[in-house]
C-alpha cells in the first residue's frame, strides 16, 4: 500500500506561476537601477599584452580587478580560488571576463562593449581545448605542470593480478560531448546595498555559495553580505557554480558604485560562456575468466574539465563510482583524471558525472554480451549488486536492491523480450534497457565534513511552523514537498506551513540545491525537526527548534584513498528506450520510453513524475540531439536555433513504475530522485541504436552523421584480445 | 526601435511576459496579435501599431483563461514556470482555433514553446483537462 505521503497534491507555486504572477529576477524594481554588461576576452590563450581602455562617457564605469578592495581577493571561490573576478595578464578561455562596464542604459552599453573587446591586444598562444590535447600539454600547461586539476585511483580486489589470470581480455572505449543546461531564465542578478550590506538578488540553486564567492571575493566576513534567492526559471546544474562568477563582479562594482545593477545574460552569452557538463574519455580493459564472468575492470577516466578548477574533482569522483554501473566486479581499478584546456570551466549539470560513467558502463556490457555471445541482459543480471554486496570502493549496499522485480516490470510493459527477438540486428529497429542508481547526497564524507547541514523551524506567533533552509525551489517542487514533510509530521495541511524566506542573512546553511540530496537530507533534517515541534504548535508567543546532520553512524569513508561508503543510499532505476532507425537519413525515431524508479518512498507521485518525464526527455536530448561543438574554443552553436533542445514534438509519452523501498535516513523513507531520473535514459538509447544499426556505438550524441560514419565505416569488427598480458595500456582497437 | 517586448514589460508593466531568449525561439514571450501567437522579442514595437493586442494579464481572468491555469496547475504541467506563461498564451490561441484537439494537435500547437522542466507530457495532459472542461462548462 502506498503512504498517503506520496498521494499527489497541487504544488504550491503552480497556479501563481502560470498565471505569470510570479516575479522573477528580470520582474523586480530597483530604484536608480544601472545595468551592467561583461567585456570579455576574444582569444581562448593569451597574455594581455596591452588594454587600450576606450574612453568612457559620463555616468559609464568601467570595473576591473583593480576595484578589487584590497582585503578582498581576485577569484570566484568554490572549492578552489583559482578561477579569477577578472583576467589580469593571461586569459585562459574564449569569453573570460576582464571587466564589467556598468552604465543606465543597455544600447549604450553594448556599444561600449564592443568597443573594450576589440581594443585589447594579445599575444595568442596556442590552445589546447580537447581532452586529448589536455592530456598532451598542447601548447604547454594550463594547469600546473601536468594539466590535471584531479589524477585519482581506487582500487578493489588484485585487477592486475586478474586481469593477468583472464582468458579473454575485452577493451572498449567511449567518448561524451558537452551538454547546455539551456534553463529557459538566463543566468540574472541584481546587486545592491542595503541596510548597508551588499546584497545580492539572484536566480540560483546555491544562495550560501554566492554569499561564500562574494565575501571572499569583496574581503567581508560572509555575515556582511546577503543573498536572495529569487524564483529561479530552471537550474539543472547550471546554477550551482555559474552564479557565482556573474555575481562576484557585480558585488565590485556595487563596493565601488553604491547603485543598484543589474546583470542579466543574453541567450547568446549564456549558450556561449557558461559552463556546459563535462566531456569525457572512458576506456576500460575487462577481464573474463573461462566460464566468461567478468572477474576483473580497469578503468581510465578522463572529463575535461576547462580551464579552473571549479567542482571538477567531484564530478569526477561521481563519474568514477559510476563507471561499474549497478554490478559487482570483484577486482575493479579506477583512475579518473580531470583535464585542463582552454575552454570555460565545465561544471555540474544534473546527474554530475554519473551519466558519463554510466552511460560507458552499460554501452560496456552490452558490447562484452556480443562478443561472448550472450542476451545483454543475462550477463548484467549474472553480475547485479544485492543486498550486502561490495561496492567498487569497497563500501556495501546496505538496502535491498530491488532492481530484479524492477526490470521484469520494464520488461513486461514494454514488451522488450519479444521486440528484441523480432526486431534482429540492423533492421532499423531496436529495443535496449539500462540498469543504473543514483548515489543521493554529496560523495563520501561531504555532508559530515564540508556541507554539516543545518534546518531550523520557526513557530511564528500565529501557530504556523515556518522552514528555515537554504535550499530552493528551481521547478523541482521542494516548496511543495518539503511543506508535506513537515505537514504529514505535524498532521496540518501543507498549506499551513510557512516557507518563503530565502535571504542567507535569516536562514540557517542547510547546503546547496543539487547532488539528490534537498529531499534526501535536508528533507530528513526537517522531518526530526518537525517531531519536536510536535504538540507544541499551541504554545504561546514564537521560538525555534533546530536539526543538524549526523552522518549515520553505520557509514565510513576514507576521502584519501577514497573507500569506504561512498553514499548513504542510491536511487535505482530500469530505463527501456525503443527507436526506429531511418535507414537512409539516420535519424532515430524514439517510439517508446518506460521506466521503473526505486526512489525509496515518493514524497509526491505528481513531482516525482515529473522528474521522471522531463528527466528522460532531457535525457533523450542528451543521447541523440543535442549537439554542441567546440572549435579552438569557441561554442559554434549559439543560439537556440543552433543547440536544439527537445520540442514537444520531439518524444513520446514516458511510462513510468514506482518502487516503494523506505530508507531510514530519508524523510518517510525518501531517497533522492532529482538526478537519477536522467542518468539511465542515454544507454537505453544506446543499445536500442544498436540493435537497430547492427554495430557497435561508442560516443554521445549520436547524431545521425555519427550514425551514418558507423554504419557505412569499415570499423565493424567486435574488439577482443584474447591473453593480453602487458600491463600498459592498450591501444583502443575501436574508436569512433 | 524597441521591441515590442520591452514596451510591454517594462512601460506597461505586463511582466507575465518572459524573456527566454530574445531570438524567436523559445516562445517564453508570446502574446496574442490579432488573435495568433506571436514572439514579442522579434517584433519592432511599431509592429503592433494598430492591432488588438492580448496577453497573459488579460486570458488568465477569461472563463477558458481560469481552465487554462488549473489544467496547468492540477497535473503537473508548470515545474520552474518560466516557460508557463507563454505556454499558456499558446494554448489560448490553439483552443480557440480548434476546442477539441487531438493529443497530437497540442503538441503541434505548443511546439514554438520550449520548456526544459517537464518534458511537455502534462502540459499536453493539462490541454486535454482543458478542453475537456470548457467544452462541458459551455454545453
Ligand atoms: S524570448 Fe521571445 S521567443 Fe524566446
Ligand atoms: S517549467 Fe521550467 S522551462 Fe518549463
Redesign the pocket.
Known sequence: MRHKITREVERVDARIKSRGELPYLADYEFEDRLYARVVRSRVARGTITARNTPALPEHYHYITADDIPPEGKNCVRMIQDDWPAFAEHEVRYYGEPLGLLVGPDRDTLAQLVEQFESAVEYREHEAAVTIDEGLALKGGPVHGSDNLFADLHTRKGDPEGALKRSARVIEREFRTAYQEHVY?EPQALVGTRENGMVTIYISTQCPFYVRKAVSTALGLPPDDVAVVQTATGGGFGGKENYPDVVAVPVAIAVAKIDRPIELILD?MEDLKYTSKRHPSRVRYRVGLDETERIIAVDVDMVLEAGAYESSSRVVLQRGMFSSNSVYEFPNVHVRGRAVATNNVPSDAFRGFGAPQGLFAAEMLMTQIARVIGLDELTLKQQHLLKQGSPTLTNGRIYEEVKLPEMLEHVRRVSGYDHKRAAYGLGLGRGIGISLFKHGSAFTGNGEQEIIKARVRIRKRADGRPELLVANVEIGQGVLTTFRKIVAEVLDIPYSEVVYDNHNTSQIPDSGPTCASRSVAIVGYLLQEAAKKLKGRLHEPGEFEVEQVYEHPAHLHWDAESLNGDAYPSYAWGVNCVEVEVDRVTYEVNVVGVWTAYDVGRAIDEGVIRGQIIGGAIQGLGYAGLEKLENARGRFLQHT?ADYCIPTSLDYPNVDYALFDNPYPYGPFGAKGAGEVVFDGIAPAFGSAVQQAIGCEIAQLPLTPEYISERVHGTDRTVHTQRKTHTAEPQPVASSP | MRRL?DVLREDCGLTAI?????????????ILIDGRVV????LPVGAAQGREIETLESIRETARGRLIVDGLSRGGGVQCGFCTP?IAVTIEALLRENPNPSEYEIRDGIS?N?CRCTGYQQIVEGVLYTAAETRERSR
Open positions: 529557459i541567450r537556440m | 517586448l518572459k524573456e527566454g531568449c530574445g531570438e524567436g525561439e523559445c516562445g517564453a514571450c508570446a514572439d514579442s522579442c522579434i507563454g514554438g520550449l
